[in-house]
């Protein structure tokens, strides 16, 4: 896309508290751009980029569009008729979405970006983490908060650019990098992709981005990238089958700490620990090897910064204690991802009782994904499961009725022995109700979705 944003002056965001716009309208208030923006709701994301000098309107309205802006970037998710976006095009000011100008800022640079449909933060974070470390300096965006930063940004002036670049509505094909690292492939987003082809279509057709010298690192033990065809003469595959790359192997997880093996071409590198749990992570944490291993960092040095990777906002968030119990907030939204972080949390914390509340994210995910969805709790001790979250601009159809008080009921016909442990809870108050009649010391309370159920963990732990 041809833009100049050393001719851009003043900027507007659409949706300017979304995790990738935050981040962006950020990376221009550095570069001393005049940035400003809106969103529906207030939150911690707002609040931030006010506290950094950035103006936020809440709520949207045409009024605050005015003739003098340069540019307006706005998230994927608005609908054409946002009044914000329609009077922009009314007053002849160029509008972007924001991979459009990511891709702008991303394409010129030394690119690293890290897509598929689980762990893209947690990887991210930890490669990001890791390039910092390394002392290469690097320019990040990630999908979450990291604390190091205490932003989900980190300007640097070094070659590298490490991106999350997300596959919905194929907004991962606006960049051009030069290492690609693909974590997994599972049908998501079921309110753009028809079907599980169609998904891999998206990543077939991003991996074509990559230069003749460009880098793939994938996961060697999934399938569905496995079936992807390409003409990459540069592949590094991870994972803990015997044809991998870099594999893990002996993996222990123990409390507080998973702890694995390392062989990279066959050569045993020794231990490595993580201090955040579950099978996934080891994943995510080789993809981060792998990548280091690439860029011909010591594996000492990865050793290291993985031991100090600590988690990033709402990925197995420890936020503190209530009530003689420990609190972890984690944005899990699809059936897998949300199976594997309740089992992760009963490897982490060995012989305490887990309290599950989770709040399923968008009508249309929850009614195509259903029956994963009902395979998905099996781990949980108790399970609360709140209303299902509306995602505003992306659930026009009310007409797929499905709520989460079918998942319990579903639930307990399958199985009647776990039925007296399984609630259903309208909203949030109720789901705070429930929390205070079920909750026993020393459980640990695991507060999971990508909505606003993240809200119950931040109070009750103030």
């Known amino acids: 896309m041809e833009i ?20 962006l309208a950020q990376f221009m208030k550095e570069k001393n751009k005049w940035v400003s923006g809106s969103d529906l709701n207030s939150s911690p ?14 709520g949207q309205s045409g009024e605050n569009i005015e003739s003098d802006i340069d540019l307006v970037i706005h998230t994927m998710a608005i609908p054409e008729n946002n009044l914000e976006l329609q009077k922009a095009k009314e ?54 908060i990291v ?30 990098p030069k290492i690609i ?19 891999k279509s998206a990543f077939a057709e991003f991996l074509i981005h990559l230069p ?22 540069s592949v590094v595959r991870f994972g803990l089958g015997e044809t991998n790359d870099v594999r893990a192997d002996n993996i222990k997880f123990e409390e507080g700490e998973v702890k694995f093996d390392v062989f990279y071409d066959r050569k045993n590198l020794g231990e490595f620990v993580l201090q955040v749990p579950g099978l996934f992570n080891v994943y995510n944490a080789l993809g981060t090897i792998a990548l280091g291993l690439t860029l011909k960092i010591p594996a000492e ?50 012989g305490r009782r887990v309290l599950t509340v989770f709040q399923p994210h968008q009508h249309n995910r929850t009614k195509e994904l259903y029956q994963d969805f009902l395979k998905s709790f099996d781990k949980a001790d108790v399970l609360i499961l709140a209303e299902i979250f509306d995602v505003a601009g992306r659930e ?55 909505g606003d159920i993240y809200k119950i963990a931040d109070e009750i732990v103030e």
């Not at 762990?119 to 390039?131: D, E, N, Q, R």
């Not at 003749?212 to 003469?233: A, M, R, T, V």
């Not at 009921?409 to 789901?431: C, G, H, M, P, R």
């Open 301 to 350: 040095k990865i050793k290291k910064s993985l031991k100090n990777y600590s988690g990033i906002w709402r990925r197995f968030e420890i936020k503190g204690e209530y009530k003689g119990t420990t609190v972890i907030s984690d944005y899990a939204h699809h059936p897998t991802a949300v199976r594997s972080i309740i089992k992760a949390t009963k490897n982490f914390y060995p």
């Open 45 to 58: 994301i707002t609040d931030n980029l006010e506290k950094k000098g950035i103006e936020v309107c809440i």
């Open 91 to 144: 007053l002849r000011i160029r509008t972007i979405t924001y991979p459009e100008a990511l891709g702008v800022l991303f394409n010129d640079k030394l690119g690293i970006a890290v897509c598929g449909t689980h762990g893209k933060s947690s990887t991210s974070a930890m490669a990001g983490l890791l390039l910092d470390d390394a002392e290469l300096d690097p320019l990040i965006f990630v999908g979450s």
């Open 212 to 233: 003749n010298d460009g880098i793939l690192i994938c996961n060697g033990d999934d399938e569905n990238i496995s079936k992807i065809k390409h003409q990459i003469s």
């Open 181 to 199: 690292i693909l974590n997994n492939i599972e049908l998501d987003h079921t309110d753009y992709y028809k079907d599980l082809e169609d998904f």
């Open 396 to 450: 026009e159809n009310k007409g797929q009725a499905v709520s989460s008080l079918d998942l319990v009921n579903d639930i307990k016909k399958q199985d009647k022995e776990v039925s007296k442990n399984i609630f259903y809870a309208k909203d949030l108050q109720e789901t705070r109700k429930l929390i205070d009649e079920k909750i026993r010391p020393d459980d640990i309370l695991l507060i999971v979705g990508a």
């Open 4 to 23: 100049d944003f050393e001719k851009v002056n003043k900027i507007y965001f659409i949706g300017i508290g979304g995790i990738g716009l935050s981040a």
């Open 147 to 176: 604390p190091r930063y205490e932003s989900n940004l980190k300007i640097g002036e070094g070659k590298y650019f490490l991106i999350e670049a997300c596959e919905y509505q194929r907004a991962f094909l606006n960049y051009y």
